[in-house]
């Protein structure tokens, strides 16, 4: 039931690999240390990261006369989780699933989690332009979505499947936020330098071609990967971090700095034209 959602982002990218559910896990536990009331849901039906990136792995999904309850990350219940990845029997599970099926468990993903009053949804999405993708869109069709954020990493073929996933929002009529590059350059964990390993520039290029609005560079640092690890926030763990800033200054953005945590007032970003 998504009623009680102020606010619905997703995360899209028209490749697999690029950091997808890092980006959303992230971009969810800084708009909860920020004071909101955070939603995430994992709807890569045949992927599902989003546990492990939260270390709730173990957790499970209960009933509830509204529906399901989504899983809570943390005692203060700022921030709830769904994903498949709680109903398989084990982490080895595998989702072999035809369209119908995939479709069904998507619409009842939308329709009966009992999110409560939250002030944002982040929608991890899996790559491509798919069935999932559509699905979504369908059933997000009669909500207010507030529009989609494109992940990418620096390298040319990157870049040209994001320009495809670009021309699906654009079919579909969602709103696209910006475009983050996602493994910019490497930290090193010793001296703090950044270095491109693959390619640098590629997502602000998109942007500018696009005409849509460059979000941010996220580098690769390897304390990220700690901190997810015990469902941790890099910008509680690691303040003064480049990816820190990256996800501080994109909370900003999208809340426009002067909403509070409960506020309903519409964000007001570049739509794609």
């Not at 240390?33 to 939603?39: N, P, R, S």
């Not at 090193?188 to 942007?207: D, K, R």
Request: charged letters at 20%; glycine letters at 10%; one cysteine or more.
């Amino acid at each position: 039931m998504l009623s009680g959602v102020k606010h619905i982002i997703l995360i899209l990218s028209g490749k697999g690999g690029v950091g997808k559910s890092t980006v959303s896990t992230q971009l969810a536990l800084t708009f909860k240390e920020a004071g909101y009331k955070v939603g995430l849901l994992d709807v890569d039906l045949c992927g599902p990261s989003i546990p492990y990136l939260l270390n709730l792995e173990e957790k499970d999904v209960h009933q509830c006369p509204q529906g399901w309850v989504p899983v809570y990350a943390d005692q203060e219940q700022k921030l709830a989780v769904m994903s498949i990845g709680f109903l398989l029997k084990s982490k080895n599970d595998a989702v072999v699933w035809r369209g119908p099926k995939k479709h069904a468990m998507i619409k009842q993903f939308l329709t009966d989690v009992y999110w409560q009053d939250i002030d944002y949804l982040i929608i991890d999405t899996p790559p491509g332009t798919s069935d999932e993708h559509i699905t979504v869109m369908e059933n997000l069709r009669t909500l207010k979505c507030d529009g989609a954020i494109l992940v990418t990493t620096p390298q040319a073929v990157a870049i040209e499947d994001v320009r495809k996933e670009l021309t699906f929002c654009r079919k579909t009529g969602i709103p696209v936020l910006g475009v983050i590059e996602n493994m910019s350059g490497f930290v090193c964990p010793t001296c703090t330098e950044c270095t491109n390993i693959f390619s640098s520039g590629g997502g602000q290029s998109l942007a500018d071609i696009a005409n849509i609005p460059f979000l941010g560079s996220v580098p690769i640092d390897p304390r990220i990967g700690l901190s997810a690890e015990k469902g941790q926030s890099c910008v509680a763990t690691i303040p003064d971090s480049p990816v820190s800033t990256v996800f501080q200054n994109l909370v900003k953005i999208l809340t426009k700095s002067n909403v509070g945590p409960g506020g309903d007032q519409p964000m007001d970003v570049q739509e794609s034209s």
